[in-house]
C-alpha cells in the first residue's frame, strides 16, 4: 500500500486531505510545524479518525532540509501544501517568505529526487503567478469584473507574471516543480489553485477570505473589503479539488510534468462582495454590513480557471456548486466556538 506524505498536513487543504486518506485506510504521514493558529484542533479531530494505527505526525519545517529527507524517502506520494499563504505578510517579511515558499519547496523537491522510491509530486500552486494581468480587456459591470473576450477565463498559456513577493515565492516552487519533472523526471504535477474554501478553514483578513467572512459574520466582527468589492473569483470546493489530487496520483505517469489551473472555473465565479452578499444575508438571516479599505498589492480584479485541461486529461469538473458549497461552509462555521449561534444568553 502506497505511503503518503502531507507537508502542511495540519492546516485547511492538509487535514481535508489526510482525512480523506485515512478514511480509505491509506497510511499517512503528516509533516507541520503547527504554526499557524487553531491547526492543533485539525491534527486532534484526525487523530479521532485513525482508528488503524495509520497516522504518523512529524513535527518540523520544510526549511529544514535534513528534516524533510528524513520524513520523505520512505513516501510513495508526497503532497507538498506547507506554504505562506498571505500576500501582505510577504510583503511585510519577504525573506521568511521565500525561506519558506521557495527554499523549502526545493527541499521537497530534492527529497523527492533524492528518494529510490520515485515519488509521485503533487504542487499546491496558486493563480497569483499570473500576476494583476493588466493587460486583458476587462471591463467593471454593475456587480462585478468581466473579461471581454475570455468566456472559459485563464488557462494555462497565460503568461507568467509574478507579482509580489508571494507570487514570486510561489512561482518559484512551481517552476521549480515543472523543471524537475523535465530534467530529473521526478513525477510531479503542479496545481495552480483558485479559492478553495470549506470545513476546517480558519480563515483570516490576510488568507482564506471566504470562510474568513463567514466567520466574522457568525462572530458578528466588522467585514472589511479591500477595494471597490467587485473583484472576481472563482471558488472550489474542498471535496473536488481532493478528488483532482486522487485523479492526478491515480493517472500520474500519463500527466507527469504537467500543469493545471484548479478552480471553480466561470460557472463557480463571484465577486468578493456585491455577489456574495446576497448568499451571506440569506444564510445568516440578516444583513451583513462591510467596511472598505484600499485595494491590496498584487489583487486581481479578476481570476477565473479556465478548467477545460482537466476535463479533457481526467474527466475531472467540479462537482459541488456555488450554492451548495456555501451552504456547507455556513453549517461548519455555526459550530465552531465563538459563532453567535453557539454564545450563550
Known amino acids: 500500500m502506497a505511503k503518503h506524505l502531507v507537508t502542511g498536513g495540519a492546516g485547511f487543504i492538509g487535514s481535508n486531505l489526510v482525512a480523506r486518506l485515512l478514511s480509505r485506510d491509506e497510511p499517512v504521514t503528516i ?33 529544514d532540509a535534513e528534516a ?46 533524492r528518494s529510490d522510491r520515485n515519488p509521485v509530486f503533487i ?15 476587462i471591463e467593471e459591470q454593475q456587480t462585478r469584473y468581466a473579461y ?9 498559456a ?13 512561482g518559484a516552487g512551481d517552476q521549480y516543480t515543472r523543471d524537475y519533472a523535465r530534467i530529473y523526471g521526478v513525477r510531479s504535477v503542479v496545481a495552480r489553485q ?6 476546517r478553514q480558519l480563515g483570516t483578513e490576510d488568507q482564506g477570505w471566504l470562510a474568513w467572512f463567514f466567520i466574522a459574520a457568525a462572530q458578528e466582527r466588522q467585514l472589511t473589503v479591500y477595494g471597490n468589492g467587485k473583484q472576481v473569483r472563482d471558488i472550489l470546493y474542498i471535496d473536488d479539488l481532493l478528488d483532482f489530487y486522487d485523479l492526478a496520483v ?16 466561470p460557472e463557480n465565479s463571484i465577486s468578493v462582495w456585491h455577489e456574495l452578499k446576497p448568499h451571506i444575508d440569506r444564510l445568516f438571516q440578516r444583513q451583513i454590513s462591510v467596511d472598505y479599505a484600499s485595494w491590496r498589492p498584487g489583487d486581481q480584479s479578476i481570476y477565473v480557471s479556465d ?39
Open 250 to 265: 491515480q493517472n500520474i505517469d500519463r500527466i507527469k510534468g504537467k500543469i493545471y489551473n484548479v478552480g471553480g472555473g
Open 158 to 170: 497565460a503568461p507568467l507574471d509574478f507579482h509580489s513577493p508571494y507570487g514570486c515565492s510561489k
Open 148 to 156: 471581454r473576450d475570455r468566456p472559459f477565463g485563464i488557462d494555462e
Open 31 to 63: 509533516f507541520d510545524n503547527l504554526s499557524r493558529p487553531g491547526v492543533e484542533a485539525n491534527l486532534q479531530w484526525l487523530r479521532t479518525l485513525d482508528r488503524g494505527s495509520l497516522l504518523t505526525f512529524c513535527e518540523g519545517d520544510v526549511r
Open 194 to 199: 483558485s479559492c478553495i474554501f470549506g470545513p
Open 123 to 137: 504542487y499546491a500552486s496558486t493563480n497569483k503567478v499570473y500576476g494583476s494581468m493588466e493587460g486583458l480587456d
Open 307 to 345: 478548467i477545460r485541461r482537466t476535463g479533457v486529461d481526467l474527466g475531472w469538473l467540479p462537482k459541488t456548486d456555488l450554492h451548495d458549497g456555501l451552504a456547507k461552509l455556513y453549517d461548519w462555521v455555526q459550530e465552531l466556538p465563538g459563532s453567535a449561534s453557539n454564545v450563550k444568553p
Open 68 to 113: 524533510v529527507w528524513a520524513v520523505s524517502r520512505e513516501s510513495d506520494v508526497i503532497y507538498h501544501l506547507a506554504a505562506q499563504t498571505a500576500v501582505t505578510t510577504s510583503v511585510e517579511n519577504p525573506r521568511e517568505d521565500f525561506d519558506i515558499n521557495a527554499l523549502g519547496t526545493f527541499n521537497v523537491l530534492e527529497a523527492a529526487r
